[in-house]
């Protein structure tokens, strides 16, 4: 069977799909292109009502006997999607969805489903990068009160030690060089088995081979009782000196209207802390403007927080009302309010991150080449996981010297040094 599998939403859901992709081509099938394939496999979003309204419109355009919906539309909103027409509807993806999908088909295959494929088969866009995506958790334990995706994913499930560490080993013998780990809650990986994010981080770079570790989005109260042991598992070499950190809000009273267990300052105090270790980290954290209740002293109280926090990048997300949900009860105000803070943040964290990407200008900086690029241009990443364009054609994995010629808000280019 050929087949094509089309992803939307967060890096996790990547991951899902990618875990997918390796399983089915060990089972005998072969990934293609969307004209060419017998199963299309959609693996959705459901996180805001925009995002929602787009997945639909392409389910739309894909629906037939070759349409699989898989993800958290079909788990967490299936009234949305019953008017279909399709082969199937499964929830969150992993390996295991492979045997699944061949049902659907009514295919049979001669091999077992593997728990950890013995060789890794190469991977969507495996020309393209050598990044590997391995989610180390499904679902959460967090109350927010305003999000959908505990109802899609449920409960926090953390892999064992032994076979998140196998997954990593085998993505590194199959010579990928960008290693992400991710969960809808990276922090909390291992407290529902009595095993923590510092030690699975400081086990995955115990192995040896050329690769560097990102680690994903933490939340604040997640990441708190075990920030000592993952800033000391950070100074590894192999980890990025990166940090995904949402705060969501800067007001206290919208953080505990929204069910998050921490305050603003403790937030702050976590970019300290971190920052105090590496001073050149970067920093990206998430903002949802226009929670029910947000008044304008809310709002300026985040701007002041975002002010102070001075992130790489903010992900920005108008407050949409989710079904199911606590805050879908509650009086949701006028977009055109969302908007106007949507702008105003977003004029503030591209001025921060166009002056914190602009002390690069002039410095030579070591670069790990990840991935290929437009227009003859090549893709890389510093050891603080800043973006970098080269033009020319380093070869994929290489490690080279850049010297900054010029830079945005989102990353910087420059010219390969001899």
């Known amino acids: 069977m050929k087949f094509y599998i089309e992803t939307f939403g967060c890096t996790a859901n990547m991951g899902n799909s990618q875990e997918l992709a390796v399983a089915l081509q060990e089972r005998g099938h072969i990934q293609s292109f969307l004209d060419e394939a017998d199963a299309i496999v959609v693996n959705t979003c ?65 091999l077992p489903p593997p728990s950890i494929p013995s060789s890794l088969p190469l991977r969507p866009g495996s020309a393209q990068d050598l990044c590997g995506i391995v989610n180390v958790a499904e679902g959460c334990n967090g109350a927010c009160s305003y999000c959908i995706v505990r109802k899609a994913r449920g409960s926090l499930k953390s892999r064992s030690l032994d076979d998140a560490v196998e997954r990593v080993k085998r993505m590194i013998a199959e010579g990928l060089v960008e290693i992400q780990i991710t969960a809808q809650d990276t922090a909390a990986y291992g407290s529902d088995r009595g095993d923590d994010l510092a030690l699975l981080i400081s086990q995955l770079t115990a192995l040896p081979g050329k690769f560097m570790l990102r680690v994903g989005m933490m939340n604040p109260d997640s990441l708190a009782p075990i920030q000592e042991p993952v800033i000391h598992a950070f100074c590894s070499p192999k980890v990025y000196r990166f940090l995904h950190l949402p705060v969501q809000s800067g007001s206290d009273r919208i953080l505990g209207g929204m069910g998050r267990r921490y305050h603003a300052r403790d937030v702050l105090g976590m970019v300290g802390a971190f920052r105090s270790c590496f001073p050149d980290i970067s920093l990206i954290t998430d903002v949802i403007l226009g929670f029910p209740g947000e008044t304008d002293e809310d709002f300026q109280d985040t701007i002041n927080l975002i002010e102070r926090m001075q992130p790489d990048k903010v992900n920005l997300t108008r407050f949409s009302a989710r079904p199911g949900t606590a805050a879908a009860r509650l009086y949701d105000m006028p977009d055109r309010f969302k908007k106007e803070r949507s702008r105003e943040m977003t004029r503030l964290w591209m001025e921060i991150a166009a002056r914190r990407n602009s002390r690069y200008v002039g410095e030579v900086i070591s670069a790990l080449v990840t991935e290929k690029g437009r227009d003859g241009t090549m893709k890389a990443r510093g050891k603080n996981y800043m973006g970098i364009v080269v033009k020319g054609n380093p070869e994929l994995g290489s490690l080279i010297e850049v010297l900054v010629t010029e830079s945005n808000p989102f990353f910087v280019s420059g010219q390969i040094q001899p």
């Open 46 to 110: 459901a996180v805001t009502e925009k995002t929602e309204r787009k997945v639909l419109r392409r389910l739309r355009l894909l629906q037939g006997p070759r349409l699989v919906v898989a993800g958290c539309l079909p788990a967490a909103l299936p009234a949305s999607i019953s008017g279909l027409s399709c082969r199937g509807k499964l929830g969150p993806l992993n390996g295991s969805s492979a045997s699944k999908i061949e049902d659907l088909f009514a295919l049979s295959s001669s």
